[in-house]
């Protein structure tokens, strides 16, 4: 299995407050994702890093921001917590972004309810 | 923006039946990959196609991508509860896109 830690888990806080999710890997991967999965939506994708300082939005950024000082580590963080933003995140690596090459490999998702 | 779109959203089905969830799009994509996920864990690659009318096979599971690359399927043969689970597709757009698409995935229930 890859190495992908996301931390917490399991996190329930009020509407307001601002909250940080961690991925750490220990692949040593170009690419990291922050994904949020919700019944009837599948997967979709809030933002990605292509390197140490290097992030770009995906298609839900709206609310949320990222940051990554190290090549192991991506944070997201929800700068003030909306009920609209309970869900399960997932963190993904992958080596490439190649196209017709591109296997992603998740952490264990991390399941955050916002009261 | 690319859709993807599965059926069945969810499949009950009994052990030893064999079963085809599909893959539904009007895009083109590059590639197609199915993952598999299991209740509190994150998804997990079971196979990518990249040309029009590739089939792969993966013990009793077999992958198609359509001739078009804009769907794919996925057969399942002789069930077995160890199947069971969330099974999502995910496009690859053309060149330079930057991230994959998913389907909102099709749920199996395999019954001993």
């Known amino acids: 299995d890859a190495g992908i830690t996301q931390s917490p888990r399991h996190k329930v806080t009020e509407t307001g407050t601002p909250v940080t999710l961690r991925c750490h890997q220990t692949?040593?991967?170009?690419?990291m994702y922050w994904y949020r999965q919700d019944p009837g939506h599948g997967l979709r994708l809030i933002h990605y890093s292509y390197g140490v300082k290097d992030t770009d939005k995906g298609e839900v950024s709206d609310g949320y921001s990222v940051s990554r000082s190290k090549t192991e580590d991506f944070l997201l963080t929800l700068e003030s917590a909306t009920s609209s933003q309970t869900s399960v995140y997932f963190c993904?690596?992958?080596?490439?972004?190649?196209?017709?090459?591109?296997?992603?490999?998740f952490g264990d998702g991390t399941r955050l309810s916002i009261l | 923006t690319q859709l993807l779109e599965q059926s069945p959203q969810f499949l009950s089905i009994q052990e030893g039946e064999n079963l085809t969830v599909y893959c539904n799009s009007s895009s083109v994509f590059s590639s197609l990959q199915w993952y598999r996920q299991e209740p509190g864990e994150g998804p997990v690659l079971l196979v990518t196609?990249?040309?029009?009318?590739e089939v792969k096979k993966l013990k009793r599971l077999t992958f198609q991508f359509g001739d078009a690359r804009k769907d794919s399927s996925l057969q399942i043969t002789a069930a077995q509860p160890g199947d069971t689970g969330l099974y999502l597709c995910?496009?690859?757009?053309?060149?330079?896109?930057?991230?994959?698409?998913f389907g909102s995935g099709t749920r199996l229930q395999v019954q001993p």
């Open positions: 196609v990249v040309t029009g009318g």
């Open positions: 692949e040593n991967h170009r690419y």
């Open positions: 995910a496009g690859a757009g053309r060149a330079g896109r930057r991230a994959l698409t």
């Open positions: 993904a690596i992958s080596e490439s972004l190649t196209v017709s090459n591109q296997p992603q490999h």
